[in-house]
């Protein structure tokens, strides 16, 4: 079974996400995509993406993730953060990066991050070189 590819996104930035999405959906339907409550929501609503849903990331989406990283089930985590605005939940949000350090897991944090992580992605799977 493939590692899972997971999209997060705060409030201002889930449309943003749902049109990169859309856009690099040829990629991201190859693999189980798994996202925080409401950011999958507007992913199968306007990407129309089949989406494992998590809890929201306040009520512990974000921690939901780190814990599939930690079980290495994650090849690569794609979170469009809103930095201009302060989150409640930004403990969690710390935590979700830490992980991935921890696990050597790419995490993309914007859209040109998110874009290299599909161009990655891609090559891998052009390679054969993917470890799913």
Do not use: Y
């Amino acid at each position: 079974m493939r590692k899972a590819i997971a999209l997060i996104a705060h409030d201002k930035k889930k449309l943003d996400l749902a049109i990169f999405a859309k856009d690099h959906s040829k990629v991201l339907t190859k693999f189980p995509l798994i996202a925080t409550s409401t950011t999958g929501g507007v992913l199968q609503d306007k990407a129309k993406l089949e989406v494992e849903r998590l809890l929201s990331g306040p009520q512990g989406g974000d921690l939901q993730v780190g814990a599939r990283i930690a079980e290495d089930k994650v090849l690569a985590v794609i979170f469009f953060r809103d930095p201009l605005t302060a989150q409640p939940h930004e403990p969690d949000v710390s935590a979700l990066m830490r992980i991935c350090d921890v696990h050597s897991v790419p995490l993309a944090t914007n859209l040109g991050t998110a874009e290299a992580i599909i161009a990655w992605i891609e090559e891998q799977i052009e390679e054969g070189t993917l470890n799913g």
